[in-house]
């Protein structure tokens, strides 16, 4: 098989300085795109219900496939519920990975403990003085805020996921 010279010189010809700046502008776009997105991520805005059921699902798809195409399976009232409460298992298991260091993979779960248990008192605030006043900083936790105003979760079972993690660590 025979190429034509012309072929050759298509080969070994070096980039016009067009198609350079056509990269690095598409580039430059892509990353302008990148930077926009993370400022619509940033703050408050992901705790936002579309956003945080987005990331949550990212989050499932992204670590645990298969739970990911069980979930679609599910009725779309309950999808993010359930895509919410794997990201908070994913979240617990991630915790002891982090770290070889004991104190900051409990740290960690310690927070998860105090955030659920923040949402739980701002749900069952007997005085009702306080509810309704939890604002989430996760979008996670977002999620299981909706949840628990919205389904009947036992909320005592999904706070057992980060204490046995914890009571996991502390064992060794």
């Known amino acids: 098989l025979r190429l034509p010279r012309s072929a050759g010189r298509l080969l070994l010809a070096p980039p016009s300085k067009a198609s350079f700046s056509t990269a690095s ?6 990353s302008d795109k990148q930077m926009k997105e ?4 940033s703050g408050s805005q992901i705790t936002e219900s579309k956003n945080a059921e987005k990331y949550c699902t990212d989050e499932v798809k992204k670590f645990d496939f298969y739970a990911y195409v069980a979930g679609q399976y599910m009725p779309k009232s309950t999808q993010k519920y359930y895509y919410g ?14 770290s070889r260091e004991q104190s900051i993979c409990q740290s960690r779960l310690q927070w998860w403990e105090q955030t659920l248990t923040e949402i739980g008192m ?19 936790s977002a999620i299981m805020r909706e949840a628990l105003d919205k389904t009947s979760v036992n909320f005592s079972l999904v706070q057992r996921i980060v204490n046995y993690q914890l009571y996991d660590i502390e064992r060794g």
């Open 25 to 30: 502008s598409s580039a430059s776009n892509d």
């Open 122 to 140: 701002d749900k069952y605030d007997e005085g009702k003085t306080n509810k309704g006043t939890y604002q989430a900083r996760e979008p996670v």
């Open 38 to 41: 993370n400022k619509q991520k």
């Open 85 to 98: 409460f794997h990201a908070l298992f994913l979240e617990a298991m991630k915790s002891r990975e982090i």
